[in-house]
Nanobody, 121 residues
């Protein structure tokens, strides 16, 4: 089992950058694929990016390719999301999650509480 706590959200102007972190507790962090999801008001939650346990395989949804970068440090039990060139449509609550596979078909069983990202125009 793993517990997840996100941080790093906030308010930023369009074109700006934010770095989200997800701190995991438990010894099994390195055995999980990890993902960042987001949910905007009135919209379904979507998988934005994901990374395999080793970091060797990554998934990016089309709308964030070239702007967002996912990474992980298994020694620190931490997942990161670097977000550059932010757009107002990136505004959402961002959640990190631990699962069994990279990508939308993975099953994500453990979730953080979420962190708000707001991009002003």
């Amino acid at each position: 089992q793993v517990q997840l706590v996100e941080s790093g959200g906030g308010l930023v102007q369009a074109g700006g950058s934010l770095r989200l972190s997800c701190a995991a507790s438990g010894r099994t962090f390195s055995s999980y694929a990890m993902g960042w999801f987001r949910q905007a008001p009135g919209k379904e939650r979507e998988l934005v990016v994901a990374i395999s346990w080793s970091g060797g395989k990554k998934y990016y949804t089309d709308s964030v390719k070239g702007r967002f970068t996912i990474s992980r440090d298994n020694a620190k039990n931490t997942l990161y999301l670097q977000m550059n060139s932010l757009k107002p449509e990136d505004t959402a609550v961002y959640y990190c999650a631990a699962g069994d596979a990279v990508g939308p078909r993975g099953s994500y069983d453990y979730w953080g509480q979420g962190t708000q990202v707001t991009v002003s125009s």
